[in-house]
T-cell receptor, first 112, second 116 residues
Framework: GESVGLHLPTLSVQEGDNSIINCAYS??????FIWYKQESGKGPQFIID?????DKRQGQRVTVLLNKTVKHLSLQIAATQPGDSAVYFC???????????FGKGTLLTVNP | DGGITQSPKYLFRKEGQNVTLSCEQN?????MYWYRQDPGQGLRLIYY???????QKGDIAEGYSVSREKKESFPLTVTSAQKNPTAFYLC???????????????FGPGTRLLVL
């Protein structure tokens, strides 16, 4: 079955730096990917998504890159702010399967 | 405001007791989901429903039950058969229930269940 993993469980950056959070997936049939942000004690918040027919998608201060060859996606946050401190996790949806498979998350800490 | 609401925010369960977690959405979404979140683990699917009066088991359905009598509501009951119920429970919904749709799941604020 599908598995989704994040490369680093924790990431610490300085305010103003760019952050990169990585995620790998196992199912080559996965065709849709989502990044979520979860603050402590709250539900996950949708950040950005990307379909498998795209390599890159940009939002406000965030960019998602998808490399289907190596089954890897990343979330880039520009000019990281203290309010960006949270757990970030990716989710993958496999082909015709309705189901989302979630990674365990990376805790991003932004130091002032 | 459109969104997903879950209540209560905290819930305490006594041994042998069934408890019900509420999930309501006013997004007009067809599909609804229940997940369990434990520290250090990814979200695990308990049950999902693609349409009213229909639902399917997810990966960890044992000890849980659901109903879907209305499009807006998808309550989860944690039964006494669930021996390790302490967790953060998240409800989600999505726009389309078709298996080929790339639907985004949107989450509620969660309910933390604790055992007394």
């Amino acid at each position: 079955g599908e598995s989704v993993g994040l490369h680093l469980p924790t990431l610490s950056v300085q305010e103003g730096d760019n952050s990169i959070i990585n995620c790998a997936y196992s199912n080559s049939a996965s065709d849709y990917f989502i990044w979520y942000k979860q603050e402590s004690g709250k539900g996950p918040q949708f950040i950005i998504d990307i379909r498998s027919n795209m390599d890159k998608r940009q939002g406000q201060r965030v960019t998602v890159l998808l490399n289907k060859t190596v089954k890897h996606l990343s979330l880039q946050i520009a000019a990281t702010q203290p309010g960006d401190s949270a757990v970030y996790f990716c989710a993958a949806k496999g082909g015709s399967n309705y189901k989302l498979t979630f990674g365990k998350g990376t805790l991003l800490t932004v130091n002032p | 405001d459109g969104g997903i609401t879950q209540s209560p925010k905290y819930l305490f369960r006594k041994e042998g007791q069934n408890v019900t977690l509420s999930c309501e959405q006013n997004l007009n979404h067809d599909a609804m989901y229940w997940y369990r979140q434990d520290p250090g683990q990814g979200l695990r699917l308990i049950y999902y429903s693609q349409i009213v009066n229909d639902f399917q088991k997810g990966d960890i359905a044992e000890g849980y039950s659901v109903s879907r009598e209305k499009k807006e509501s998808f309550p989860l009951t944690v039964t006494s058969a669930q021996k390790n119920p302490t967790a953060f429970y998240l409800c989600a919904s999505s726009t389309r229930s078709g298996t080929s749709a790339r639907e985004t799941q949107y989450f509620g604020p969660g309910t933390r269940l604790l055992v007394l």
